[in-house]
């Protein structure tokens, strides 16, 4: 029931797209209001990796260029569980004799027991360096498929007259306040 920026901005002559990655950001909650253009990656089994977010929202761009538009757009990267390509991965940390519990498929799983008072999991310096360097990879990665998206609109003509919002749903805990991962507080 709740007006939706889509609504409001579609009612006033704009082309309006979305393209989500987020499973909870869906049509379930009422988040397909107003789209001309509805994709929710995760709800669709789509590939969820920015580069194909990123360059899908770009094509829908560039076919509506010519109209007033808007569009949002939701990568999910990154997020658990950290599966940085090496060449990210090793930016940040280049070890390639680490032996510990940290495996790029298993941070979510590991992330969640930590932060359980019996969860079973506790991080060394060294798991800690490694856990950090995938989250700082991701983040990388996911950087620089948005610095290709915005030279996209560059080469389009479009972002001296482009409002662009960046923002973020939240941020990961790594032993800050004595937790891991995210999902159970509200820290700033």
Known sequence: GALMLSEHLKAK???TGT?????????????????????????????????????????WIEQNKDRRFFTYIQT???HVPYDPPAEYLRMYDARTDYTGIVQPRMTAELLERAKQP????TFT????????????GEITQHDHFFGLFIERLKSLGLWE??????????GEEFDDHGSWGHGHSVYE
């Open 13 to 15: 002559g704009f082309t």
């Open 19 to 59: 393209f989500l990655a987020n499973g909870y950001v869906s049509d379930r909650f009422g988040f397909n209001q107003g789209w001309d253009h509805y994709t929710n990656y995760i709800r669709e089994q789509k590939s969820t990796e920015a580069e194909h977010v990123f360059r899908k929202a770009g094509d």
């Open 76 to 78: 999910i990267d990154p």
């Open 118 to 121: 019996n969860g079973g999991v």
């Open 125 to 136: 310096p060294s798991d800690v360096q490694r856990l950090e360097g995938l989250h700082d």
């Open 161 to 170: 007259n482009t409002v662009l919002v960046v923002t973020s749903d939240h």
